[in-house]
């Protein structure tokens, strides 16, 4: 069973950047697709970027220009690099993984981890 760990959430000014973190306990079939999601209060789950094993990437049209998700094998990890930080960007954001296709369908995703909270203030 794969355990998915998220830090680095915290509150920021709008225009602000945020490097989050979600640390893997070990690499399996279920986790060639890592991905973050987020979800605001009153607001369904969304998806915002997914990276593949073999690096190729997928961003949510609200993020594409402004974040950049990277993944380090070796140290069992997925990062998301948010930059230029908007209000509605506010959100606990989430890591999943799951096997091919690499997809953000939030319904694909089987192994989550607890969430990091971001606010972004005006």
């Known amino acids: 069973q794969v355990q998915l760990i998220e830090s680095g959430g915290g509150s920021v000014r709008a225009g602000g950047s945020l490097r989050l973190s979600c640390a893997a306990s070990?690499?399996?079939?279920?986790?060639?697709?890592l991905a973050w999601f987020r979800q605001a209060p009153g607001k369904e789950r969304e998806g915002v970027a997914v990276?593949?094993?073999?690096?190729?990437?997928r961003y949510a049209d609200s993020v594409k220009g402004r974040f950049t998700i990277s993944r380090d094998n070796a140290e069992r990890a997925v990062y998301l690099q948010m930059n230029d930080l908007k209000p509605e960007d506010t959100a606990m954001y989430y890591c999943?993984?799951?096997?091919?296709?690499?997809?953000?369908?939030?319904?694909?995703?089987?192994?989550w981890g607890q969430g990091t909270q971001v606010t972004v203030s005006s």
């Open positions: 070990m690499f399996t079939p279920g986790t060639v697709c």
């Open positions: 990276i593949g094993s073999d690096a190729t990437t």
């Open positions: 999943a993984a799951r096997p091919f296709p690499c997809g953000l369908n939030s319904y694909d995703y089987k192994t």
